[in-house]
């Protein structure tokens, strides 16, 4: 273990006490957010980010252990394991170099090989492999033995040869060797079954596609993966043969006897039967995980920004599901979110009752003091919209709300749990309002696969996909913090040390008792134990308690701390909290101890200063351009306000209020060289954007956020020269699979 600290400690580039008492928290069950906010003087003020890079690579490590345990155990009980052989494997740091040494000691089902040893040939592989002076088929006639199957010299040269061709494929330093001739100049190499043009035309950029395999992108590494899956190419993934046979022939054939030329047969054979699957299986799978985790931190980060966008806060809202046939399902939530009204509206067509429906939306807002409408961005969002705005209802925000995974939440359990007597149509226009008031509060309640912010999540290991959005969720929720007597049982649940038991034990609790008027309060909650109440407590927040430090982020075993800081100034905690002279007094240095610092003193004045504050930023009315509502509306050279749904390596889709987001390009993000588009734009984000090109039949809207995207080319004059990398036009696939993902369809 202890080498396994100084390991991730250097990769790291942190101290080894601190992934030592990082881990050490973790294994007693602390989680990230707790440690990282809490624990600051224990692990050296190390952040969320670098806590989970300890938890990942040591798990990591701790997984290499256990192979390394288990392969000495089997070489062992086959007694061939040799001091030698023991420090090799003890020393090795990867799964490969494991793989490879055990690679010979491995049990096998048979092979050509060991057939060819059963027939009594090994003797012979090994004189042909030394490569000496001697008469071959001299050699040979010892090794003709019709009774074991062999009858011709050619049998025994055949044997002999699969024999070599094992040793070479178990040879680690080849092994490495051709490793790394894949990893440097591997190439992909696509081509198009013959007879699948048509039905993958979506696939046509990679008909005939070939590119190394150290710079493929994650999303080309998918897309190329998906297109073999559904059979519309063959893929291949190695480099130049020549390169790996002369590799091979340059460690193993010497001279030119018969014998050199038996090696040099043998060792190509064991490119291209045994090493060269091999390799491109690990390749293969060395790729995809990559491809995969960078799609997933991808995915990741734009559902941080998505969950961390700008609450309108606690208003009552009026929030429309909009629809032309079926109508506008219609629902009135109170500031905690609780339905008080729902009904259906027609006020497009084909029925379009404009005046009852606009008779409706008055009546709602006056009866129930509406201070907001929400209005879903599906079908009929711009009408809907045009027609609310129409109406000029002083003082009540009209917005546009992504409702990427309303439906799915309207059907699921959670949803019919909530409202068992309310169909579909009620829930989802909830969620649309709610989402508005809270999005955080509300998305936690949808499976993040369908909000509309990944690539390629279904191609992605969804185990790694699961566990790399989990986190994100519950670094967003602790970070915010949850008001303990109005958050769901979604949303407790990926509050610090709780967990879906636990939480729905709470929502029981306050269901039977009333709200909590303390935190204290909270361990009467059964199964919330003292390490539960330790790792959650300072995530918890209780509006109105009698004691102020509840309501906000300093966690209960600080509160004598601050009540002695107060004590000390001749002040209640109160005055402490509202008085920022009183704490511009405090010396801090007279509160250290043993194992409380200057981190945690820090944070806790700051809380006092704005205690329970909400990370997010301020939310801010946003509107689509009138008179663009669908995509015949556009023209090129129109700059548009639009707002950023989701973000990929290659660039952003915005929303502009046509029923179809536009794709900005990496080279069209910005005036400069950019590598990430989170350099320039974050998810939800509201942005203008100019028109490039409209393409109505493959439905595609190409933006730019350049200054002067917009600009006429000046006659007789050069274009200027953007300072740019070439970037390769993005795939359909790739952009296809982007709007599959958002829209489902």
Known sequence: MEKNIQKVAEELNVRPQQVNATVELLDGGATVPFISRYRKEVTGSLDEVAVAAIRDRIAQLRDLDKRRESILKSIEEQGKLTDELKAQIEAAETMNKLEDLYLPYKPKRKTRASVAREKGLEPLADQILDQGNFDIEEIIKQFIDEEKGVTTTEEALAGARDIIAEKINEDQEVRQSVRNLFEKKGEFHAKVIPGKEEEGAKYKDYFDWSEPIEKAPSHRVLALRRAEKEMIISLDCSPEEGDALYLLEDRYVSGSSEASEQVRLASRDSYKRLLKPSMETEIRLATKKKADEEAIRVFAENLRQLLLSAPLGQKTVLSLDPGFRTGCKLVCLDKQGKLLYNNTIYPNEPQKRTAESAAEIKDVCRKFNVEAIAIGNGTASRETESFVRNLKLDGVQVVVVNESGASVYSASDVAREE?????????????????????LAELVKIDPKSIGVGQYQHDVDQSMLKNGLDDVVVSCVNMVGVEVNTASKELLTYVSGLGPTIAKNIVDFRNENGPFSSRSALKKVPRLGPKAYEQAAGFLRIRDAKNPLDTSAVHPESYSIVEQMAKDLGCTVKELMQKDDLRKQLDLKKYVTDTVGMPTLTDIVNELAKPGRDPREQFEEFQFAE??????????????????????NFGAFVDIGVHQDGLVHLSEMADRFIQDPNEVVKVHQKVDVTVLEVDMNRKRISLSMRNNAGAPKKSGGKKPQR????????????????LKAKFGK
Request: hydrophobic content about 35%; charged content about 25%.
């Open 419 to 439: 409202f068992p007597d309310y169909d579909v149509t009620v829930r989802g226009a909830v969620s649309i309002g709610r989402r508005l008031m809270d999005p």
């Open 627 to 648: 008179g663009v509502e669908h995509m015949e509306d556009l023209k090129i050279g129109m700059t548009l306000p639009g707002i950023v749904t989701n973000i990929t």
């Open 723 to 738: 300072k740019q990398e070439p970037q390769k036009e993005q795939s359909m696939d790739d952009m296809l699979s982007m």
